[in-house]
Each structure stands twice: as C-alpha cells, then as structure tokens.
C-alpha cells in the first residue's frame, strides 16, 4: 500500500519509509505499509498522515512507543528514505 503525503509540494523529493503497527487500537487494513513521504519527514507527520481519519491520533503518539531501523526513536524524529518505522502501543496492566 502506498500513501502520499497531501501536503507535499511538487517541487519536493520523496522517499519511501516501512511502517508497521503493533497493537494500534484501530482497524486498519494492514498493519505493515510502505508510505511515500516528503524529505525530512518525521515520525509524527508519519503517523498524522496515514491515520489522518483516526479520531485519537494525538493521543496514539502519546500513548506510543517508535523504533525506526530498530532504535529507539521521539516522534520529532526525522526520517531518511528506506527507514523502517515500528509504532508499537504502550502496554500496561497487571
């Protein structure tokens, strides 16, 4: 599945990142996508772009962990081309 970025102006390069969900309270069709974003990107704009329609998206990065290229990573993390990105739900109980 391939997502563009909606505010990515013309003139502006591209570069396909991996994301996957780990135990994401929502339906999506997949929980791994390769996603077309703009340069410079980060891990938030990521994520705000592809659950654009999910109600909660603040309050999923806050209640968030992310890894990309299996390194712990803050949602103002940029993004390089080919960049694996893992969100992965804060779990809790006991």
């Known amino acids: 599945m391939f997502l563009i970025f909606e505010q990515a102006p013309l003139e502006v390069n591209l570069m396909l990142v991996k994301l996957k969900y780990y135990g994401v309270p929502i339906r ?38 992310f890894m990309v290229n299996k390194c712990r990573a803050e949602a103002d993390t940029e993004l390089h081309d080919a960049d694996e990105v893992i969100v992965m739900r804060l779990l809790g109980g006991g």
Do not use: F
């Open 28 to 65: 999506l069709s997949r929980n791994v996508m390769d996603v077309i974003v703009p340069e410079g990107a980060t891990v938030e704009e990521l994520i705000k772009s592809t659950l654009k329609n999910y109600d909660s998206v603040y309050e999923l990065i806050k209640n968030s962990s």
